[in-house]
């Protein structure tokens, strides 16, 4: 135990500091985007301005070919913006018409001049934007550049292409600076969290000690008091004065001494007290059934859950009476999350008590009086739960069904088999209380006869009242219009038609509510 104590600890920690470095990244990381993306849209806007400008003061020394009051002008016009390197007029044959340097001679190939710019840069017809490397003046290391090129036209014909190429340096920098920053961040959060971590650790293994001393010592208080009685002592009894779990069970074992001449009493109350503690250990696991189909018999079951988050309300169950009678329930809790999930294992757990109690005198009516009874007692009207419970008796073909204030299930029909006057789908009409709003409430059954070939659908009403994009609920006519259509396919395969049309109808919609969808057809 104490063991297991500090490996959750060490987990627990682990993940939090996990978690905490990475929203730590991705802060820095978003900021570094933003600033990049305000800065490209920055210069794109200066760019835009700057190139215009300077393209109609150049238009006409191009076309009379000036080029040396082009050379005179184009330095003055590049010391405009500081973070202009360099800015060209190039004629159409890609020769250096003027330059921002005034060293560089006029008619040289653009390419000898600047290599990181390719020929296609004279032969553009409308604006061009791209990224270059280069060299940043008198160091060997690379910098990001910007080019933004313009052809120069008038009265519809191409003079030449004015080439701007922007540094960008200062964005580099800050860039360097929010990755240091987030470096030496993420190291102190490490420090603290590895600090943290001891802390926690020290104390949960003093905690882990004392509370592996508490257990043992009553439990070799209860191992001696039954050597004692085992050896003939029968008045021993065992001290422990502790109210939990173990002060219950010493309780119990000085009660069963005192009461150890009615062995057979006794036998049954420990009959009884293993039942329980084997119903208890079912609550551990899983309470929705798996996705693959379940077979009983000739009734075939396929079910869906998907909780709207991490934990669910709604939940769904399949379990054996006798004789070929088998007890389907559905329910949703109101709301979700890790309350409606508690909901949902209290109604489980009733469920099981109900059906270990009740054996083969279980009906649908009395498993609801029984989870009433238990989720309002658990949740005192904070929280009740819709519910729909059936017995499905596949020797005698009938359906017997009672319900808590859930959405009504539809029975479908095969139009080859219908009778006259029958349609194609039922509802399986039948009201009551929700669970856990009145503790005394009491369920009306109803009873439908049932065919071979003939399909049930149950669902919770996070199926047809989550949203499409555009706000529309899901609704029950497009429902009962996707049943008719998937009416001829197996219990999994409707199951999945019926699920794709529904989140096909979603889209990327979020899902309000928890939504599920169970099958079953009777063979």
């Known amino acids: 135990m104490i063991l297991t104590s500090l490996i959750l600890i060490l987990l627990i920690v682990g993940l939090l500091g996990s978690t905490s470095i990475y929203y730590s990244r991705r802060t820095f990381d978003e900021a570094a985007e933003r600033l990049s993306a305000a800065y490209n849209s920055a210069l794109e806007t200066r760019a835009e301005t700057q190139t215009l400008t300077?393209?109609?003061?150049?238009?006409?020394?191009?076309?009379?070919?000036?080029?040396?009051s082009l050379q005179n002008f184009v330095p003055q016009a590049a010391k405009i913006d500081r973070d202009i390197v360099a800015l060209y007029v190039i004629t159409d044959n890609g020769l250096i018409a003027a330059h921002s340097d005034s060293r560089v001679k006029e008619g040289q190939p653009v390419a000898e001049v600047d290599p990181t710019l390719g020929p296609e840069m004279?032969?553009?017809?409308?604006?061009?934007?791209?990224?270059?490397?280069?060299?940043?003046?008198?160091?060997?290391?690379?910098?990001?550049?910007?080019?933004?090129?313009?052809?120069?036209?008038?009265?519809?014909?191409?003079?030449?292409?004015?080439?701007?190429?922007?540094?960008?340096?200062s964005l580099q920098h800050q860039l360097d600076e929010i990755e240091a920053k987030k470096n030496a961040d993420v190291q102190a959060y490490?420090?603290?969290?590895?600090?943290?971590?001891?802390?926690?650790?020290?104390?949960?293994?003093g905690?882990?000690?004392?509370?592996?001393?508490?257990?043992?010592?009553?439990?070799?208080?209860?191992?001696?008091?039954?050597?004692?009685?085992?050896?003939?002592q029968m008045d021993a009894r065992v001290a422990v004065d502790s109210k939990d779990e173990i002060g219950l069970l010493a309780d119990n074992f000085n009660y069963m001494a005192d009461r150890l001449k009615a062995l057979l009493d006794e036998t049954a109350a420990k009959a009884v007290l293993e039942k329980e503690l084997e119903l208890a250990r079912t609550i551990q696991e899983t309470l929705v059934p798996p996705t693959e189909l379940l077979?009983?018999?000739?009734?075939?079951?396929?079910?869906?859950?998907?909780?709207?988050?991490?934990?669910?309300?709604?939940?769904?169950?399949?379990?054996?009476?006798?004789?070929?009678?088998?007890?389907?329930?559905i329910g949703d809790v109101t709301g979700h999350g890790v309350p409606a999930a508690m909901i949902t294992a209290?109604?489980?757990?009733?469920?099981d008590v109900g059906r270990a109690l009740e054996g083969p005198r279980l009906t649908a009516a009395r498993i609801l009086e029984l989870m009433n009874r238990a989720i309002y007692e658990s949740a005192r009207r904070r929280f009740v739960m819709t519910c729909f419970a059936c017995v499905i008796d596949t020797r005698a073909r009938s359906i017997t069904y009672a319900n808590a204030g859930h959405n009504f299930p539809y029975l479908y029909r095969h139009p080859s088999t219908l009778?006259?006057?029958?349609?194609?789908?039922?509802?399986?009409?039948?009201?009551?209380?929700?669970?856990?709003?009145?503790?005394?409430?009491?369920f009306a059954e109803s009873t439908q006869p049932l065919r071979s070939g003939d399909r049930l659908v149950f669902y919770t009403d996070g199926l047809i009242e989550c949203e499409s994009p555009t706000g529309e609920e899901y609704g029950e006519k497009r429902l009962r219009n996707a049943i008719r259509q998937a009416g001829d396919q197996g219990p999994m395969q409707m199951r999945d038609t019926l699920m794709a049309g529904a989140a096909q109808f979603y889209g990327n919609a979020p899902r309000k509510d928890d939504i599920t969808l169970v099958v079953a057809q009777l063979s």
């Open 54 to 68: 300077v393209a109609e003061s150049a238009r006409t020394a191009l076309m009379q070919t000036d080029y040396s």
């Open 122 to 169: 004279a032969k553009i017809t409308k604006p061009l934007t791209k990224e270059i490397e280069a060299e940043a003046k008198g160091s060997k290391e690379k910098e990001r550049r910007k080019v933004f090129a313009r052809p120069v036209v008038a009265s519809g014909k191409k003079f030449g292409t004015l080439v701007v190429i922007y540094s960008m340096a």
């Open 190 to 205: 490490g420090v603290q969290i590895a600090l943290l971590g001891l802390v926690f650790l020290l104390v949960g293994a």
């Open 207 to 232: 905690l882990a000690v004392f509370q592996g001393l508490r257990i043992a010592r009553p439990i070799k208080l209860l191992a001696l008091g039954a050597s004692q009685i085992a050896g003939g």
């Open 295 to 329: 077979e009983r018999g000739p009734l075939k079951v396929a079910g869906y859950f998907q909780p709207a988050t991490q934990c669910g309300g709604d939940w769904w169950a399949v379990y054996d009476i006798v004789d070929g009678r088998i007890l389907v329930i």
């Open 346 to 351: 209290a109604a489980k757990a009733a469920c």
């Open 419 to 442: 009778q006259q006057g029958e349609s194609e789908i039922t509802v399986l009409m039948s009201r009551g209380n929700r669970l856990g709003d009145i503790p005394d409430s009491t």
